[in-house]
């Protein structure tokens, strides 16, 4: 994929957007129903504005554990042994770092119809990449804006990988790339539909290989790092619900966020919630 | 009861006869006995009450869609989410006995309406019901594969609820045409409970047809729903707009895709025709490719095809929900599926059973597209995917594959020893 | 279960007791053959029906005419012919009912004949009986039709084979030969407080069969056939765990039925004098080789071989067909071949049952403890 190219093409769909509406695109909106619901779940339910009127701030914040992180067990690994033995494949379901900081929790705005401003549309890139290395999927949690984004599949490893999800309601995926260095170890996937939660990636030669994909419509979605911080950048103004989730419990349900969920007025300034602690139980240890 | 008295009754004529006061000779060759003593005869009134308690429950009752509630706690749905699901499914897709078509989804009601309901004929003689007639007893009323018998059977009938089918000729995951649907009916699944249904009209099988990727796309529209309401609170009471948008269109859209850009989607496999030579070339081909390991097929189906590959714990995607880590989770889990985990079994070659047929085209596609819903990965190119295999591989794969089947025995071997035509057509399968 | 073989034993008790002395010949030998006759003809109409009755479900044609007891408005017996043989369903059903007519018809002329031809009280009732459940039959078939309802099938498909095994009953109490070995004369009238009088004899007749094991095994085939109804008349919307213990439930009873036959004929094996149930046991025993092999049959014809089979057996790339002639034939026939077995069943029972006739010297038969009968 030529990336260069694929920025170009999607900022020419941007700017049609902002015309009046071509006779083709009156034909879609009005046209045949067969014509119309094909094209429905490509024909992006998202609207455009210009940054200087709508542009709000953004929202930050950082993931602190509180408590004695478990131990990462070790997971068993008894397929491809030669290839895979040799590194320390660990449990990935909780990531915290030195400093406390929790990983991998998803942070995204879960109302519907979220304008999207353009520059955060032009910013994102065209594909989100999901590596095979190590034996294990790169990175562990992904989260995707389907009407620009692709998801961009690639296989480091020396031996075949598999990737394997089955969206809600979206087409499934079972595909077999071939070892590296070589041709196809590589794909690329689309969704036609956003997903109101991650579902799970997996390898079918390795079970435990795992990893985490968020389908939205819009691109308000963030991935706490390993220190935990987390941006939702460029959001608009307007009151926005935000959705924790993690993939030890799903919604991640917090003091003030019941439910995983909060909503949160966006005027004009960067919100920054500071540190939000974890408990052991929240993300549910020791239960 | 019936027994007991028979016997009873039989066994007291043998030799009691004569215990009877009224069983001499002469008293019972009298007249025709009056009425009454018919009518306070024991078996009369056992005949009545019988009818009565039976008569009171043959009104017909309609039976619902049941929610789908696999591998959720029941407890977890409140009553008033499983209402609005309820009502607005029964709005946008009517009942098993009155199927409504939400506006713009590509289903034929007339097709429709002949599958649903229940069995029987009006009186006009046209049927109804044949879904509950030819289907329902291994898919169930709701298509959830969990009819009756579900149980019995091994692999578990098809739950069209999640709209993932084994059997197609489509790629990407993109849903099963007509067509394709139409082939697994008429030739059935060789090897499962999955029967052929070619004695059915053509007319029948369109309705069955059309009925299952009703219950499909209701069923993924339920999917939806539950994931909306339940596990994500949306507000009631539901927007039947908003379910229209959101639910209900997305996966017409899905089944649309196929149909209307087969160009992209659909695969036709064009069987090479091959001299003997170049027949044993490809199957050596094929099987330095079946052991290399650009597609591990040897990991499931083993190093010689005998099915004992290393990966020996294999689940389809309706049972891998139910397999928890531990034991007891599993046994936890089970609570709450309708049927049992069942393990999957990746396919022994040398038995020359293929479920989704043994003609060279079906093993292509198979091997091509892989077996949605289970861990049989798709090969071939699609849409964003290169694929590990180009078409002319496949083909070697698909000689190698068939030429091992009943490679055991002496006449296996001939068949395996064929020309390429011969190979297919000889190697047990149903034909279409 | 318990309380039917408590009330048999009972009343197989009261008939041991010596007030049979009053027991006049059970009918005249040289009356008509006429009941008998029409018993059979029965008989061979029931079985026949039953057959029908099995395809319907088969073929799940149970609702092919919507109405009854008219056919599609017709009078059953005016229903023109070509739309009788049009489509296979309606054929199917509309057979079974006119053939269902015909036995309803039979039944009331063999209840006359009965009444006309045969003294003794105890036929004439069961005649009556007859007549009872065949009304029953047609009505619980009719009311299955016009309710829409399955549950109504099903026990019209349990009712049939106890009316098949009245009928048949009824053939072997007005057969010659059972009324032959009924009028000689016997010795019935002696007391059985005479142990010495049977005992002196060594050809005791019918005395070592015990009741239980003759009763079981009309009982245990019913029970079987009951079961086997419940896997073919499940409503759809029944959950699946319910024809998984139906199924156990029915394998169970199907490995019971060889144990039970095998123990009654390892009891009359050697007796010079059960000649006649020996002779009806060795004829169960070979229906019901044919009915298990039907049975094993049945389950690959519907669900196809079972995953052991496959694994530790063959693997047989069969593919089941949807009413194919195959699944169709084997499966009625398993049905059907459960009421002839049930008809096995009862005449063996009859004649091990039997009250000493000719062969027998003793009135107590059955009941009487072995210690007792060695004694001597």
């Given at each position: ?29 009005t ?26 701030g ?14 990462r ?10 290839c895979?033995g ?9 990531m ?7 990983a991998n ?46 998801l ?14 089955a ?26 539909r ?10 079918n ?21 390993d220190?935990?911080?987390?941006e ?18 799903g ?11 909060r909503t949160l ?22 239960q | ?6 016997n ?23 007249a ?68 409504h078509?939400?506006?713009?989804v ?11 309901g ?5 009186f ?22 969990a ?9 578990y ?9 084994k ?25 499962t ?5 070619s ?46 948008d ?22 036709v ?56 880590i531990?034991?007891e ?7 709450w ?21 043994g ?16 861990p ?8 964003g ?15 190698y ?11 296996g071997r ?9 190979l ?9 | ?24 010949s ?44 008219n ?10 012919i ?10 199917l ?16 002329a ?15 009732r ?12 047609g009505v ?29 009953s ?9 009324r032959y070995?009924?009028?000689r ?10 142990p ?8 005791v ?14 009982l245990?085939?019913?029970g ?23 199924t ?9 039925l ?11 094996r ?43 057996v063959a693997?047989?790339p ?16 398993h ?5 002839l077995l ?12 039997r009250?000493?006739?000719a062969?027998?010297r ?8 072995r ?6």
């Open positions: 994929m030529d990336s260069a190219s694929g920025s170009e093409s999607g900022r020419q769909v941007f700017r049609k957007h902002t015309r009046p509406w071509s006779r083709r695109q009156w034909l879609q909106a046209g045949a129903p067969l014509v119309a619901a094909t094209s429905l779940p490509l024909m992006a339910p998202w609207h455009y504005v210009a940054a200087s009127e709508h542009y709000g953004s929202v930050r914040g950082r993931f602190i554990f509180r408590g004695t992180p478990p131990e067990k070790k997971l068993t690994v008894d397929k491809d042994v030669d895979c040799k590194f320390d494949i660990r449990d990935e379901s909780l915290v770092d030195a400093g406390g900081g929790v929790v998803y942070i995204y705005v879960r109302s519907r119809d979220v304008p999207v401003c353009v520059s955060v549309a032009e910013s994102s890139a065209r594909q989100v990449v999901l590596d095979n290395r190590d034996c294990i999927f790169k990175p562990h949690c992904l989260a995707i804006w389907r009407l620009r984004q692709e961009y599949i690639v296989n480091s490893d020396p031996i075949a990988q598999n990737v394997a999800f969206p809600l309601g979206d087409l499934p995926a079972n595909i077999v790339l071939a070892p590296a260095p070589g041709d196809n170890t590589e794909a690329t996937w689309r969704f036609r956003g997903q109101s939660q991650p579902f799970d990636i997996r390898c030669y390795h079970p435990w290989e795992k990893a985490y994909l968020l389908v939205r419509d819009n691109p308000y979605f963030a991935i706490s790092r220190d935990g911080r987390f939702l950048a460029g959001l608009p103004v307007g009151r926005w619900e935000l959705q924790l989730w993690h993939e030890r419990v919604h991640l349900q917090l003091p003030e966020w019941s439910q995983g969920r007025t966006i005027t004009g300034e960067d919100i920054d919630l500071g540190d939000i602690p974890l408990l052991p139980r929240d993300v549910g240890i020791g | 009861m019936f027994a007991m008295k028979h009873r009754v039989s066994n007291h004529k043998d030799t009691a006869d004569g215990l009877s006061p009224k069983a001499d000779g002469s008293a019972t060759r009298r025709w006995p009056p009425s009454f003593q018919i009518a306070s005869h024991p078996m009369v009134a056992w005949a009545t009450v019988i009818l009565l308690i039976l008569g009171g429950c043959s009104s017909y009752k309609p039976p619902d869609f049941k929610l789908n509630l696999e591998g959720r706690d029941p407890a977890t749905v409140k009553p008033v989410q499983r209402e609005a699901i309820e009502e607005v499914l029964t709005v946008l897709f009517g009942t098993p006995d009155d199927p078509v939400p506006s713009g590509d289903l034929d009601l007339a097709l429709l309406k002949k599958a649903a229940p069995i029987g004929r009006d006009t003689g046209n049927e109804r019901g044949l879904y509950r007639k030819h289907c329902a007893v291994c898919h169930g009323i709701s298509g959830d594969g009819g009756p018998i579900a149980e019995m059977l091994n692999p009938p098809r739950d069209f609820r999640n709209g993932v089918f059997y197609t000729s489509v790629a990407g995951g993109a849903k099963p045409l007509r067509s394709d649907l139409l082939r697994t009916l008429n030739r059935g699944l060789p090897g409970g999955m029967p052929s249904f004695p059915l009209s053509q007319e029948d099988l369109a309705a069955l047809v059309e009925y299952v990727r009703y219950l499909s796309i209701r069923g993924e529209t339920e999917l939806f729903l539950l994931r909306a309401v339940v596990d994500e609170n949306e507000p009631l009471p539901l927007r039947k707009q908003f379910v229209l959101e639910g209900v269109r997305p996966v017409d859209a899905m089944w649309r895709l196929a149909e209307e850009e087969p160009e992209k989607y659909v695969v496999p064009q069987r090479p025709r091959l001299s003997p030579e170049e027949l044993a070339a490809a199957i050596e081909r094929g099987k330095t490719l079946y052991q290399e390991t650009r597609a591990q097929c040897t990991k499931c189906h083993g190093p010689e095809g005998r099915g004992d590959g290393s990966e020996s714990e294999l689940y389809d995607d309706w049972n891998k929900l139910k397999k928890g531990t034991e989770q599993t046994h936890q889990l089970a609570r599926f309708s049927l049992p985990l069942q393990p999957l079994r990746p396919r022994n070659f040398e038995d020359g059973l293929f479920h989704g047929g003609q060279p085209e079906d093993i292509y596609l198979r091997i091509y597209l892989g077996i949605p819903g289970t049989m990965p798709a090969a071939g190119p699609a849409p995917t290169p694929g590990v295999f180009q078409s002319q591989e496949i083909w070697d794969l698909t000689s594959v068939l030429s091992l089947s009943h490679r055991g025995t002496e006449t001939k068949v395996a020893d064929r020309t390429g035509n011969k297919s057509s000889e190697s047990g399968m149903a034909r279409e | 279960m318990n309380t039917t073989h408590s009330d048999s034993n009972s009343s197989l008790k009261r008939t041991g007791e010596p007030s049979a002395a009053t027991a006049p059970a009918c005249n030998p040289q009356s008509p053959q006429l009941p008998h006759r029409l018993a059979w003809a029965l008989m061979a109409t029931v079985f026949p029906l039953i057959w029908m009755g099995g395809l319907v479900t088969t073929y799940n044609a149970g609702m092919a005419v919507p109405d009854w007891p056919t599609y408005g017709y009078n059953l017996f005016l229903y023109p070509e739309s009788w043989l049009k489509t296979w369903d309606v054929f059903e509309h057979s079974h009912r006119l053939i269902g007519a015909t036995a309803g018809l039979l039944t009331i063999l209840l006359w004949s009965l009444w006309v031809h045969d003294r003794r009280a105890v036929l004439k069961l005649g009556m009986v007859d007549l009872i459940a065949v009304s029953l039959q619980l078939g009719g009311l299955r039709v016009v309710g829409q309802e399955i549950l109504l099938a099903n026990v019209h498909g349990c009712v049939a084979p106890l009316f098949f095994a009245l009928t048949v009824l053939t072997v109490l007005t057969s010659p030969r059972w070995h009924a009028s004369p016997n010795h019935a009238s002696r007391p059985t407080s005479e010495t009088a049977s005992l002196s004899i060594p050809r007749g019918q005395q070592n069969i015990p009741a239980a094991v003759s009763l079981a095994l009309p245990v085939t019913y079987q056939i009951v079961l086997g109804a419940q896997l073919r008349h499940l409503p759809p919307a029944l959950p699946p765990g319910w024809s998984f213990w139906w156990i439930l029915h394998l169970s009873f199907a490995g019971l060889p144990i039970l036959w095998g123990i009654s004929y390892w009891r009359i050697s007796l010079p004098s059960a000649t006649i149930p020996r002779r009806w046991l060795q004829a169960f025993g070979w229906v019901l080789a044919v009915q298990i092999t039907l049975g094993l049959a049945t389950w690959v014809v519907n669900y196809n071989f079972p995953r052991w089979f496959q694994d530790w693997v047989i069969y593919t089941i067909v949807h009413g194919g002639l195959l699944q169709a034939v084997v499966t009625t026939a049905t059907a071949t459960g009421s049930l008809a096995f069943a009862v005449v063996y029972a009859h004649w091990a049952l009250p000493a006739g062969e027998g003793s009135h107590s038969l059955i009941q009487r403890p210690s007792e009968l060695h004694s001597g």
